[in-house]
């Protein structure tokens, strides 16, 4: 089938039908062009160039522009690529923090769970520069201007700059992050959100152990018994080396979104009460706004998503460069194959595109993942410690795979009926009841969207 489409940033819904016309016969040396410079758009541009695609990017900023987050990963998951060189830091020492689930703080709470499982964060500028490298062993053009107009017309999908220049190529994927500027999603109800206050410095005594990572502190004794009924928060943190630290107190996803206010005063609480001060801030981070549940994109636009734009990030960890890393080949390696016909449209490779991204499996555990997100952003405190803690007690198969997106179907289903099965009833009643759209997701699960 010959679509032609044509999009707007002004007027997302400004989408006209025309029937297939001259620039039907328009060829274009292009094959991919990526819009975005973000770990996405590098990501999928490296995994086409090995598919000895032509690939060209355009992004609004410089590609060499620093990446303003910080981005982890299981020790496990970056060794499965074999980047462990890229990693800045790696933790042996990994563990969380989950109390006994009650309101009465005991000294057992202080006990740490050990993972057993290094945890790493990536040197970003290695990261971004190995995927550059890919990108410029096989010359791919770099582009700077704000991609703002999409005419997708048979063969050629044709974008236009906010400053007027126009490219076109055989397909564009947009890898714009959360805001896309050019892929819809349908709505589905309100995205939970994720925000994090966070500090890197030194402090008067250390606020983990030497060499430690903390996952998740979900200890709340410098907390009141009324304040531990408010959504809870967790400390992240680690030690940097060097006497630094970087603690960030993190709600993990709800709507309306905790404010950064509400988090910076829950870790000054949780520093006093444990006779912690700075001693010297070297870096502070606020803002920091990560939607955990967005929607699965319209899979039949006849352009393709990547990354955040295409719902990538995991909603249960909120991490997605594992993800990006996983399933950029099999992307590009679909797309690559439906190049072949040189008369496919930008319509027919897309479609191949998303469905190597999003096959069906993938889209029910999405559904499952996205349920489960909805009863965690319901559960209190003391059910969501013991929720983490009845998590961490699964194999660590299971719940490495559960964070990693790396189990299958049947597995995925296995881990969350066997952590009901071993939940206390506070959960277990809390994970039965169904509320606003949960029901709607379980449907999803059986039936995925698109
Ligand atoms: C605070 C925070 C912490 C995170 N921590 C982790 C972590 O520890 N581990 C992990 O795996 N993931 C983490 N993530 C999730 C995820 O990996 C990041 O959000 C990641 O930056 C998303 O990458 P992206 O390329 O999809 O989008 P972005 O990084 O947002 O990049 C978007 C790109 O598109 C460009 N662009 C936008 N509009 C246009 C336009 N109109 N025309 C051209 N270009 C355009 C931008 O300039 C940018 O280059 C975190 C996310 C957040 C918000």
């Not at 410098?222 to 030690?239: G, I, N, Q, V």
């Not at 929607?295 to 990006?324: C, E, I, N, R, T």
Request: proline content about 6%.
């Amino acid at each position: 089938m010959l679509i032609s489409i044509r999009l707007r940033t002004e007027n997302r819904n400004d989408t006209h039908l025309k029937p297939a016309g001259d620039q039907m016969n328009s060829r274009t040396s292009i094959d991919v062009l990526v819009l975005g410079a973000g770990p996405s758009a590098l990501a999928i541009a490296s995994a086409l160039v090995e598919e000895k695609l032509h690939v060209e990017v355009l992004s609004s900023n410089d590609h060499q522009d620093p990446w303003p987050y910080t981005y982890g990963i299981w020790g496990e998951e970056v060794d499965e690529f074999g980047l462990g060189h890229l990693l800045e830091h790696r933790w042996t020492n990994t563990v969380s923090f989950f109390g006994l689930g009650s309101l009465e703080p005991k000294s057992e709470e202080n006990l740490p769970r050990n993972h057993t499982c290094d945890y790493g964060l990536f040197d970003k500028k290695k990261l971004q520069q190995h995927w550059i490298h890919q990108c410029e062993k096989a010359s791919v053009n770099w582009h700077r201007g704000i991609a703002s107009d999409i005419e997708i017309d048979g063969l050629t999908s044709t974008v236009t700059t906010a400053e007027g220049r126009k490219i076109n190529a055989r397909l564009v994927i947009d890898a714009t992050g959360y805001k896309p500027v050019f892929l819809k999603a349908p709505y589905s109800g309100p995205v939970a959100i994720q925000t994090c206050y966070g500090v890197v410095g030194k402090f008067n005594k250390p606020p983990v152990e030497k060499g430690q990572f903390v996952l998740m502190d979900y200890r709340s004794d410098h907390l009141s018994k009324e304040e531990r009924k408010e959504p809870p928060t967790f400390l992240y943190a680690m030690d940097l080396g060097n006497n630094t630290f970087f603690l960030e107190e993190t709600s993990l996803g709800l709507f309306p979104p905790l404010t950064l206010e509400k988090l910076q005063a829950r870790l000054q609480r949780r520093l006093a009460h444990r006779g912690l001060s700075i001693t010297h801030l070297e870096h502070e981070e606020h803002g920091l706004f990560l939607p955990m549940n967005m929607p699965l994109p319209d899979m039949k636009q006849p352009l393709l998503g990547f990354g955040g734009a295409a719902a990538m990030v995991h909603p249960a960890s909120g991490y997605m460069v594992g993800g990006l890393l996983r399933r950029a080949p099999s992307v590009a390696k679909a797309i690559s194959l439906a190049m072949q016909d040189k008369s496919a449209s930008s319509a027919f490779i897309a479609k191949k595109g998303w469905s190597a991204l999003w096959p069906k499996d993938l889209r029910r555990k999405q559904a499952l993942y996205h349920f489960g997100l909805e009863k965690l952003m319901r559960f209190q405190e003391s059910q969501l410690r013991d929720f983490f803690t009845g998590f961490f007690d699964l194999p660590k198969e299971q719940w490495f795979g559960f964070l990693t997106n790396t189990l299958s179907l049947q597995d995925l289903v296995k881990a969350m009926w066997t952590m009901f099965l071993k939940a206390p009833w506070s959960v277990r009643l809390g994970l039965m009841g169904m509320q606003g759209r949960e029901l709607r997701l379980l449907w999803q699960f059986v039936k995925p969207l698109n």
